[in-house]
């Protein structure tokens, strides 16, 4: 299969089960490595749809902050008529003299107003709601800043797991292949000591049996894989050919558990997130509160009409208007919002709670497993050891009859189980110490040394800030 042949055979021994006598005959045939862990991370923080999206929706987030700046500014709208209209005027006149007839005066005719004018509108106080609206937006950016963080470390351990996966699978393919061609020589022989009446017809079956056996096993072993490529491809971009060994990650993790809690409860993403969410629940319990302030506005208006009236060829008006308002009752709105806002920013801060516990138990968890996949590797390299010393004896006993095939089979079995259990186990052993990296925040390009650039998002914030028009984005769109 043509992606199999891409992953390569030095993917058995990336996995690290470098002292076994079957992945040295492997390694002869090794091609030359094209990707390593550190390049198909760099794939992952470049090209990632997710990470893509989540800096996207930063970057819509940094437009709340000149948004919010808009209530500092003025507020300037032109408007313009123009017009036919038809006048027609009935007026009565003062009589003369005492008691003389009524007299009426009519004056009609049609004409052609139009005007133009300019308002220009200043905020100068509303209750402070735009210096917090300020702020709130400002936590709000700092807040997206810190999930991107998260997801940055989501998609970079995802993007690691895919690649060991395939590592793994690729290897645990290889090794139920070479289990099948040893049952295949297993059955050959147990043919061969039929036709002289060494063993039974039942001995026949159950190689037959056990060879069918492994068959099964290759197709599992080829879903698997497969299955592994398509996420691989899914999380990084591209699909993967010849991969390098996987390295752990130990020099970058706090040396003991409680470091480890310490770092993270005071740096990890999720709880900073938390921290500006608390913040920004804050500023808008205030932004609710000084609807219930007053509220004080300039306003200028400048406007020239012409034969607004039949008599009136040119009219000019300038004013300046300062409009002071002192809300009273409006219903209860107001006070509904206020709570409903304290209510949020109560919420917001048993979520921070809640998120350190998370992160806690997170960190703990994680490092547990690491410090169980150091012991595992240990464990299972010593039972591939010892079911290799088990096999050789078996094959011996039951060359002189003390033995049955059967016997033969389970130890073949044995040792299969216990390759792929080391295959296994130095996957977990790679994949559990970027999870306590991540764990405890500190799943980066920069903490890795990646050589990509990273993202910075303070230069879109700084862009858009203090924009005071304009449609384009700063990409140019």
Known sequence: ???????????????????????????????????TVESALVKAYRNNPQLNVQRALVRATDENVPQALAGYRPRITALATVGEQSVSTTSQLLPQQPGAPAQ?????????PYSAGLTITQTVFNGFQTANRTRAAEGQVFSARETLRTTEQGVLLSALTAYMNVLRDYAGLELQKRNVEVLTEQLRETHDRFKVGDVTSTDISQSETRLAAGMTQISVAEQNYKTSVATYRQTIGDDPVNLNPGTVVDRFLPKTLGECIAEGINQHPAINTAMYNVDVALRQVTVAEGALLPSFVVQGNAQQAFESQLDVPKNYNLSVIGQLSVPIYQGGAEYSAVRQAKETLGQQRLQLDLVRDQVRQAIVQSWSQLDAAKAQIKSTQTQVTAAESALNGVREEARVGQRTTLDVLNAQQELVNARVAVVTAQRDRIVASYTVLAAVGRLSP???????????????????????????????K
Request: charged residues 15%.
């Open 1 to 35: 299969m043509r992606k199999r042949e891409l992953v390569g055979a030095r993917a058995v021994r990336a996995i690290g089960v470098v002292g076994a006598t079957w992945l040295a005959a492997l390694a002869a045939s090794m091609p030359v490595a094209a990707e």
């Open 104 to 112: 009426y005066l009519t004056n009609s005719g049609q004409n052609a």
């Open 446 to 476: 920069r903490v890795l040394g990646l050589p990509v650039t990273n993202y910075d998002a303070i230069v879109h914030y700084q862009q858009v800030r203090d924009n005071w028009v304009g449609l384009r984005t700063p990409d140019g």
